[in-house]
DNA sequence: CTTGGATGATAGTAACACTATCTTTGCAAA
DNA sequence: TTTGCAAAGATAGTGTTACTATCATCCAAG
């Protein structure tokens, strides 16, 4: 028995098996040229691209590499994806959307705000856990991606035509979503947005500087990530 | 006459002259194979990359294009620089070596910190005056690219390994002399380092986001500046 | 049985990221 | 004045990247 559940949330429909739950996410089609979800070539290139991105570097990975490493040849991969920028944008708006769905399981039901938007900078600052509900991602690996590569999916010169395109709608969905927590919050504060996306971003920065450049941190030699949802809940509470 | 002063912030000088001031800013050998500075070709491709860096996008640059630009040729340009990242980390790194030397002026002789950190974040915020006294550099192009392509220079695979040749030092430099000035308004916080290079990274992105992906911040149509400075003082002063 | 869409195999091109070498120029010490 | 030497110019070449094109094969639906 399939059930297909339509959320609040854009673009995210949940397949409901028996035994078993698979989370399936709808992504905008001008990302790809032919979806990868589609086939056993597309899922190995997601799960390969993921892995060679991880261990390469944004820079250094190439479809070259990628294919030999799948088994395949650079033409099968281009059939997928234009290129290798905007294989980048597909996974990080595959990930805003796969946190926003998180974000929004993980505090249903929770009726304080506070207590809400403190569950969410967990869920920003925090490794996440493979939850094995999607079965060609490893979330924690494309977590770390995220963190390293994320922000050059859209510090580009083509970021405006990217926009009009979409292809970002996950990440403002995911930041319109959280503004509207801290709105909750404290309904006359004045920057919902902009905290949104600043705590968004520093989740992910703050971790950065702590495993590589720790001197822009505060954060101990034992790489806590409590201490970066300490910091951050500090940021967001203590004013508002 | 000539009287070379030296400032408690690091590696930097003021030459004076009788009628003109002019500053140099000493940077990290290991930025150049050799020293742009002290030659015309060096200074014109500084000059030049500023211009091209902001035209094309960073990943659009090429030492071909510069070259024809500036008119010589690629192997000229290799002589300076071992590649385009080592000169993105290089006009990072003067970028935040200058941007250290104005916050230190700006702020001199202001006594109440408060006061104080409101004039550095008005500087980090605000789009900078071309102040004319550094001939081959365009401060205020030079601004817009490390708001696009600033990070770039540190997110990457080689981050560990350029940190350990201190080639971020201006960057932290700045970002201790800044968490110091948070620590002068409230001693007892306890991130100010991380507070200091979350608006540091703040005062760029919510400008990135301000002028191209509008939906992530709370800055209206007329795209001004200045709310970006309230926000950042609402950010950092409700709290402390 | 055939037909079309996905894939595989192979080739090719322009640009990019360098490295090498040889010549010329300009200036400065001997 | 000559010699020397470093910076810059000129030219060439190599391996890789980022694609595009073409043709053959395979497999499943009609």
Redesign the interface.
């Known amino acids: 028995m399939i059930v297909t559940l339509s959320l609040q949330i854009a673009k995210l429909s949940v397949m409901l098996f028996t035994m078993d739950i698979q989370l399936k996410i709808n992504m905008n089609e001008k990302l790809f040229l032919r979806d990868p979800e589609q086939s056993e070539l597309g899922k190995k290139i997601i799960l390969h691209s993921i892995q060679l991105i991880h261990s390469?570097?944004f820079?250094?990975f190439t479809f070259k590499k990628l294919a030999i490493d799948i088994g395949t040849t650079e033409a099968g991969i281009y059939r997928y994806f234009e290129n290798k920028h905007r294989l980048l944008i597909y996974l990080t708006a595959w990930y805003w959307s796969w946190l926003e769905y998180q974000v929004t399981f993980q505090t249903n039901n929770i009726k304080d705000p506070t207590v809400k938007l403190k569950q969410v900078i967990k869920l920003l600052a925090t490794t996440v856990e493979n939850d094995h509900s999607t079965l060609y991602v490893d979330e924690s690996i494309l977590h770390q991606i995220i963190i390293?590569?994320g922000?050059?999916a859209?510090?580009?010169?083509r970021?405006?035509e990217d926009?009009k395109d979409h292809l970002?709608k996950p990440?403002?969905d995911l930041?319109?979503l959280i503004g509207n927590m801290i709105l909750e919050c404290n309904p006359d504060y004045?920057?919902?947005?902009?905290?949104?996306?600043?705590i968004i971003?520093?989740a992910h920065?703050?971790n950065?500087?702590m495993n590589?450049?720790p001197?822009?941190?505060?954060?101990g030699q034992d790489k806590n990530e409590e201490e970066i949802v300490r910091?951050l809940e500090?940021?967001v509470f203590?004013?508002?």
Chains 1, 2 share one sequence.
Do not use: I
Request: glycine share 2%; proline share 2%; net charge positive.
């Open positions: 390469n570097g820079e250094a390293t590569e922000t050059k859209y510090l580009t010169k970021v405006s926009n970002f990440y403002k930041c319109a004045k920057y919902p947005k902009s905290l949104a996306s600043t971003e520093m920065f703050q950065f500087f590589n450049l001197s822009l941190t505060d954060f910091f500090d940021l203590s004013s508002r």
